[in-house]
T-cell receptor, first 113, second 116 residues
Framework: DSGVTQTPKHLITATGQRVTLRCSPR?????VYWYQQSLDQGLQFLIQ???????AKGNILERFSAQQFPDLHSELNLSSLELGDSALYFC????????????FGSGTRLTVV | AQSVTQLDSHVSVSEGTPVLLRCNYS??????LFWYVQHPNKGLQLLLK??????LVKGINGFEAEFKKSETSFHLTKPSAHMSDAAEYFC??????????????FGKGTRLSVIA
């Protein structure tokens, strides 16, 4: 157990639907990152939150959104799902400062049918 | 922008022989570099990290990597491969100078196969 918890582990849904992925960071970590892993794109950074505020944005589609709550857990919302959104979605949390470690959750596998 | 290039998409070695996975980086800052491993249907596990301390970094499971600024390289090595080392390996750079508070940029990965 890495200390970063992602739920659910697996999700199957139909095109056009909306889903929410949840991430609880490691205790004490203020930053949460979301990544998408697909066969054709590899591991792509989507978005980072730090202590409730959006800190950095990567290749996140407009149909996707995220937020970080006061208890520091984060949710990634994916809407109007397409077949191409099928992927493994990872959450990571980190400790700031030089040498800070990044810890990844075990991921949510999303299948859009 | 920071980037990493993993020079081999697939490496195959025999059990008990050395492993070399190659990675070159590009960074405007003094980089923080990492190697992560992903076993089939599993999450990402940190093998080792370089953050401007010793240039030779030792990680878990006998892996180590050497930071060479003149060559902009951060190759991963292991003296003797084990069957359990078969996995996907990612070379990673921190996107900014403040390691631990900026996103990570991943290479495309190298699949390591170990032959008995």
């Amino acid at each position: 157990d890495s200390g970063v918890t992602q739920t659910p582990k697996h999700l199957i849904t139909a095109t056009g639907q909306r889903v929410t992925l949840r991430c609880s960071p490691r205790s004490g970590d203020l930053s949460v990152y979301w990544y998408q892993q697909s066969l054709d794109q590899g591991l792509q950074f989507l978005i980072q939150y730090y202590n409730g505020e959006e800190r950095a944005k990567g290749n996140i589609l407009e149909r996707f959104s995220a937020q970080q709550f006061p208890d520091l857990h984060s949710e990634l919302n994916l809407s109007s799902l397409e077949l191409g959104d099928s992927a493994l979605y990872f959450c990571a949390s980190s400790v700031p400062g030089q040498g800070g470690g990044y810890t990844f959750g075990s991921g949510t596998r999303l299948t859009v049918v | 922008a920071q980037s990493v290039t993993q020079l081999d998409s697939h490496v195959s070695v025999s059990e008990g022989t050395p492993v070399l996975l190659r990675c070159n980086y590009s960074s405007s800052y003094s980089p923080s570099l990492f190697w992560y491993v992903q076993h089939p249907n599993k999450g990402l596990q940190l093998l080792l990290k370089y953050t401007s301390a010793a240039t030779l970094v030792k990680g878990i499971n006998g892996f180590e990597a050497e930071f060479k600024k003149s060559e902009t390289s951060f190759h991963l090595t292991k003296p003797s491969a084990h069957m359990s080392d078969a996995a996907e390996y990612f070379c990673v750079v921190s996107a900014g100078p403040n390691s631990g508070n900026t996103p990570l940029v991943f290479g495309k990965g190298t699949r390591l196969s170990v032959i008995a």
